[in-house]
């Protein structure tokens, strides 16, 4: 069965400074990855995803996620982190054989002005 | 707005009773997902459906079941509740033909507190 790991609890950085959300995962067949971002009492949104191609993905509010099948990593990264930001971030993996959508525990990002 | 509507955002019931939650996908979306949330088991895939049809099954218990219905609203019934059961509970849809590639679409969520 697919799985994702999400090392880190909490990310504080400073604000300006480069973010990073570190995921990696674990399917059978080949990965589609996903970021979504949930703010305090809301649903999850959609950030942006893998599915083949360039290994550096751009999404949403200037996220961008780099897919590395060696080290099976899919680490989310913004270059100068803003307040609005801090957010809970989830990666997620789902394998071509099934539609199942399996989400890491979630990693709390504090930007700090 | 993702266009998933969900209801009731907050619900309070007591152990050993049933609950309805309800959701509508986005315009034209055939699929249906419930996750539920906890601080403790993070989220957890329930059950999807496609197109009124049971897709997939994950960690859902025997006292909770899900239909999808002829005009793709879902609903997830829980019943004999316990103090555990109290979550988040999502829906999310996606798109048709998006398969295992697309994203899905989160509803706001309905909170079920237990007492």
């Known amino acids: 069965a697919q799985s994702v790991a999400q090392p880190e609890d909490q990310v504080n950085v400073a604000e300006g400074n480069p973010l990073t959300v570190k995921c990696t995962y674990s399917?059978?067949?080949?990965?589609?990855l996903f970021w979504y971002v949930q703010y305090p009492n809301r649903g999850l949104q959609f950030l942006l995803k893998?599915?083949?191609?360039?290994?550096l993905v751009k999404g949403s509010y200037g996220f961008e996620a780099e897919f590395n099948k060696s080290q099976t990593s899919f680490h989310l990264k913004k270059p100068s982190a803003l307040v609005s930001d801090s957010a809970l971030y989830f990666c997620?993996?789902?394998?071509?054989?099934?539609?199942?959508?399996?989400f890491g525990k979630g990693n709390q990002v504090v930007v700090i002005p | 707005d993702s266009g998933v509507t969900q209801t009731p955002k907050h619900l309070i019931t007591a152990t050993g009773q049933r609950v309805t939650l309800r959701c509508s996908p986005r315009?034209?979306?055939?699929?249906v997902y419930w996750y539920q949330q906890s601080l403790d088991q993070g989220l957890q895939f329930l059950i999807q459906?496609?197109?009124?049809?049971?897709?997939a099954k994950g960690n859902i218990l025997e006292r909770f079941s899900a239909q999808q219905f002829p005009d793709l609203h879902s609903e997830l019934n829980l019943s004999s509740l316990e103090l555990g059961d109290s979550a988040l509970y999502f829906c999310?849809?996606?798109?048709?033909?998006?398969?295992?590639?697309?994203?899905?679409?989160f509803g706001e969520g309905s909170r079920l507190t237990v007492l």
């Open positions: 399917v059978s067949g080949n990965p589609y």
């Open positions: 997620a993996v789902r394998d071509s054989g099934n539609n199942r959508l399996a």
């Open positions: 999310a849809s996606s798109g048709p033909g998006q398969g295992a590639t697309g994203e899905l679409f």
């Open positions: 315009s034209g979306d055939l699929s």
């Open positions: 459906y496609y197109n009124g049809e049971e897709r």
């Open positions: 893998y599915i083949t191609g360039d290994n």
